[in-house]
């Protein structure tokens, strides 16, 4: 991994600001020890130590962690201890007051944080100890606007017949900033409380019963972290800009769907360290009597190349 991205994290002041909101609730200055699991350059145990913890421990496993090694070396930390491995493969871990991670994707659990978080507190946690992030909700919202959509429509425009590779593309997910007004209200499809729920099975389902005429081109996905109690972070269209994005899930084709009509999505995903992640979407279109009239299955599995 490049160190572009680690600059792209040191960079997001949101994302910051919230993660040291939350530590500083939980730290007591010289009793708090923490552990930072998937650390990248250090960051969040810096801003541990400078908050006062008593130790820090500090977990990663990339190459990375020889960057974060020289780090605090440079601002002088004697309290601060690079272990480099996955914290999952750590025989008898020092138990902490706090567990930090921020392994957070675009797609919420793509970095596998469910299996982190849940080995964390079983073996890392001392009782009554702190996870942070606490608990993630996934939202999902309809795709109105075309703007992404239209796209899709350069398979179309060769002459020649691309639609297998057409069908390929649109079996796939799409990191996107989305506007507020190209959506139809958000749902809940899926949420967790961290280490308690250990599924990385995660699925969920919700529908739209529409108020007028609308045409619905894909549905969006993000997600809203609680770090501690009153302190959350978001990817939200309309929260303030991180450098994650949203998720586009297309359609295969655009659902047109009358005033009283409902439209709605079913979401599945299953991300493990050893197969990675999986997603799939099914899109169904019932009339205003309730009978279902279209229904469009995708699944990532299907938009990888042979």
């Known amino acids: 991994m490049r160190i572009e991205y680690h600059r792209t994290l040191i960079a997001d002041r949101v994302r910051n600001a919230a993660f040291e909101k939350a530590l500083r609730s939980v730290i007591k200055k010289g009793e708090t020890t923490v552990a930072d699991i998937g650390t990248g350059t250090g960051l ?100 109105v606007g075309d703007r992404i959509a239209r796209d899709f429509a350069a398979w179309d425009a060769t002459g020649f017949d691309l639609s297998v590779a057409r069908l390929m593309s649109l079996n796939n997910i799409y990191v996107r900033t989305l506007k507020p007004a190209e959506l139809l209200s958000a749902k809940v499809w899926d949420e967790i409380t961290f280490g308690t729920d250990a599924r990385s099975a995660r699925k969920g389902e919700t529908s739209w019963k529409l ?25 939200a269209p309309d929260a303030p800009r991180t450098h994650w994005e949203q998720l586009y899930f297309p ?39 309730g009978r279902e009239t279209a229904r469009q299955s995708l699944n990532l599995d299907k938009g990888y190349l042979p």
């Open 251 to 289: 359609l295969l084709a655009p659902i047109n769907a009358a005033k009283g009509e409902t439209v709605g999505i079913n979401l599945r995903s299953r991300t493990t360290p050893e197969a990675g992640t999986h997603v799939a979407w099914i899109a169904t279109h019932n009339n205003a009597k």
């Open 211 to 235: 108020d007028a005429a609308t045409t619905i081109h894909g549905f969006a996905v993000w997600w809203e972290a609680e770090l501690t109690p009153g302190v959350h972070l978001s990817t």
């Open 44 to 143: 969040l145990a810096l801003m541990a130590a400078k908050l006062g913890a008593r130790e820090v421990y500090l977990y990663e496993t990339a190459e990375v962690g020889g960057v974060a090694e020289k780090i605090l070396k440079a601002n002088g930390v004697r309290n601060c201890h690079l272990i480099p491995c996955h914290s999952t493969e750590m025989v008898d871990p020092p138990r902490v007051d706090v567990v930090v991670s921020e392994t957070l994707g675009n797609y919420a659990f793509e970095e596998h944080t469910i299996e982190t978080l849940a080995d964390a507190k079983k073996r890392f946690l001392k009782p009554g100890g702190v996870l942070i992030p606490r608990a993630l909700k996934q939202f999902v919202a309809p795709v």
